[in-house]
């Protein structure tokens, strides 16, 4: 009798796993940055006569991966499961900011540093710090980005842009957040062509 019980015990454990194993998984959902106005390269007679290398961006481990981040005004942080971005923030945002810059026409060349053999006039880089949902008072998208530009020929760092925002967010999901996330890029991006026109506006010397 124990054996038979403990046999129709083990067929049961095992029907109900073969059950929940059989069961829908939760789909994830997938999330991009937009891309700023129109892409195609501008043609422009007075552009700076330099060309930009966009470098890799730094960042913390939770950047360099596909999950929406989350926290609080504490330390803690944690991940989304189900809920990601097509690429870690730190492509996303290099890849951006590169079509971005080459759209706006302003500069004779903007390219992404592909190995050691790509040369420009100057190389951007810089560092993500926080790119999260944020539960304060209210929800928010924070974004926090510093960016340095090199001058190849001197190695010397000629311009420093620090971005910080937190841009409301419009709802209560991950996909207001994701909105207010696109606005804060959008909104950062605008900054920072706006310095680097400022910058060249007084610095820009001929690509020999």
């Not at 304060?136 to 010397?156: C, I, P």
Request: with cysteine; aromatic share 10%; charged share 20%.
């Amino acid at each position: 009798m124990t054996l038979r019980l403990a046999s129709c015990i083990g067929v049961a454990v095992l029907a109900i796993a073969s059950a929940t194993g059989c069961g829908a998984t939760r789909p994830s959902k997938y999330y991009q940055l937009t891309i700023p106005g129109d892409i195609s390269p501008s043609a422009n007679s007075n552009a700076y006569p330099i060309t930009i290398v966009i470098g890799a961006l730094t960042s913390s481990d939770l950047y360099r991966e596909d999950r929406i981040v989350y926290g609080a005004a504490t330390e803690q942080m944690g991940t989304y499961e189900y809920q990601r971005w097509a690429e870690p923030p730190t492509e996303m945002l290099r890849d951006v900011l590169l079509r971005a810059l080459r759209a706006s026409g302003h500069f004779r060349g903007v390219y992404s540093l592909r190995g050691s053999a790509m040369r420009g006039d100057y190389l951007l880089r810089g560092r993500l710090y926080d790119f999260k949902e944020l539960t304060a008072n209210s929800l928010l998208a924070r974004v926090t980005l510093d960016l340095e530009l090199r001058d190849e020929k001197s190695g010397s760092i000629v311009w420093t842009h620090f971005y910080s925002y937190d841009q409301p967010v419009n709802g209560k999901d991950v996909a207001a957040v994701v909105s207010a996330m696109n606005q804060n890029v959008h909104r950062g991006l605008a900054e920072i062509q706006a310095s680097l026109d400022e910058y060249f506006a007084t610095h820009a010397q001929p690509t020999p």
